[in-house]
């Protein structure tokens, strides 16, 4: 059993929402626009991640992040 620590004001810390907030998205290592997702692909032979494709609209760059399933 894990032990949590209780802040000082006595409340449970926020937990996350587990949606995707624009930080979630990477920034184009060529231009710095942010990316937009092109394809979202199961990885094979793990049930909770997907292998997310971004592209840069601008210059056409592409960057593929594997993430945990939501």
Known sequence: MALQETPPNGRSPPRPSGRKTSAAFPNCPQCE??????????????????????GCEKCGTEAKRTVTRA
Not at 41 to 46: T, W
């Open 33 to 54: 626009r942010r990316m937009t997702i092109k394809q979202v692909a199961p990885v094979l032979f793990a049930s909770n991640l997907d292998d997310v494709t971004y």
